[in-house]
């Protein structure tokens, strides 16, 4: 079993900053990625951005230019520096560690989510 510890959110507004930090411990091995996502209210979960094992750094669009992820293979964590933020950046956001034991074969966990509200 995986377990993933997320902690930074909160309330922020506009054009504030928050950072966010995950921790996996468990059966962490061979980890392919980590990285977080959003879902915001009546929304479906989307990619904010993810990290692999060796550093490649993938951003969804809203992402791109404000927020920065980054990770610590050795440790299993990831933390996202969020950035100029818009009140369309409010949702959960869910933490996911990803293994590929192949390359026709990918799971992963979620974490738990932690909430993150910008006002206006």
């Known amino acids: 079993q995986v377990q993933l510890a997320e902690s930074g959110g909160g309330l922020v507004e506009t054009g504030g900053s928050l950072r966010l930090s995950c921790a996996a411990s468990?059966?962490?091995?061979?980890?392919?990625?980590l990285g977080w996502y959003r879902q915001g209210p009546g929304d479906e979960r989307e990619l904010v951005a993810s990290i692999t094992s060796t550093g490649t750094t993938n951003y969804g669009d809203s992402a791109k230019g404000r927020f920065t992820i980054s990770g610590d293979s050795t440790k299993n964590t990831v933390d996202l520096q969020m950035n100029s933020l818009k009140p369309e950046d409010t949702g959960v956001y869910y933490c996911?560690?990803?293994?590929?034991?192949?390359?026709?074969?990918?799971?992963?966990?979620w974490g738990q989510g932690t909430q993150v509200t910008v006002s206006s």
């Open positions: 468990g059966a962490v091995f061979s980890v392919y990625a």
């Open positions: 996911r560690i990803r293994f590929r034991p192949d390359s026709k074969y990918e799971y992963g966990y």
